[in-house]
C-alpha cells in the first residue's frame, strides 16, 4: 500500500499552466505504475497520463502534446506539467499507484486536487 498526496492544482485562464505534484510514501521506483486521472462532473473518470517501472508513459488523447509527466525518484514525486489548459480540462485530478508488495497487490489512490480552467 501506498499514500499518495496530490498538490499543485488551482484557478487558472484558459491559455495558462499549472504543475501538479503527487507525493508517494515509498520509493516509487518500486511502484509499477504511478500517474494521474481526472474526473469532471458529469463525465466518467479518465486517464491523463500514467508512467511506469519500465520507463513507458502513456498519455490520455486529449492532452497529448500539451501535458507531461515526469517522476523525481529520489523526492518519490510524479509530477503532471499542464500547458495550453482549456476549460475541458477542469477536473479533480488524482494520483494513482499500482503495484505489488510480496503476494498482495495494490491500487491507492490519492485525495484529488482540483483544476479549474477558466474562458
Known amino acids: 500500500q501506498v499514500q499518495l498526496v496530490e498538490s499543485g492544482g488551482g484557478l487558472v485562464q484558459a491559455g495558462g499552466s499549472l504543475r501538479l505534484s503527487c507525493a508517494a510514501s515509498?520509493?516509487?521506483?518500486?511502484?509499477?505504475?504511478i500517474g494521474w486521472y481526472r474526473h469532471a462532473s458529469g463525465k466518467q473518470r479518465e486517464l491523463v497520463a500514467v508512467?511506469?517501472?519500465?520507463?513507458?508513459?502513456n498519455y490520455g488523447d486529449s492532452v497529448k502534446g500539451r501535458f507531461a509527466i515526469s517522476r523525481d525518484n529520489a523526492k518519490n514525486t510524479v509530477y503532471l506539467q499542464m500547458n495550453s489548459l482549456k476549460p475541458d480540462d477542469t477536473a479533480v485530478y488524482y494520483c494513482?499507484?499500482?503495484?505489488?508488495?510480496?503476494?498482495?497487490?495494490?491500487?491507492?489512490w490519492g485525495q484529488g486536487t482540483q483544476v479549474t480552467v477558466s474562458s
Open positions: 494513482n499507484a499500482k503495484g505489488r508488495i510480496g503476494a498482495a497487490s495494490y491500487d491507492d
Open positions: 515509498r520509493t516509487i521506483f518500486s511502484i509499477n505504475a
Open positions: 508512467t511506469t517501472r519500465g520507463g513507458k508513459i
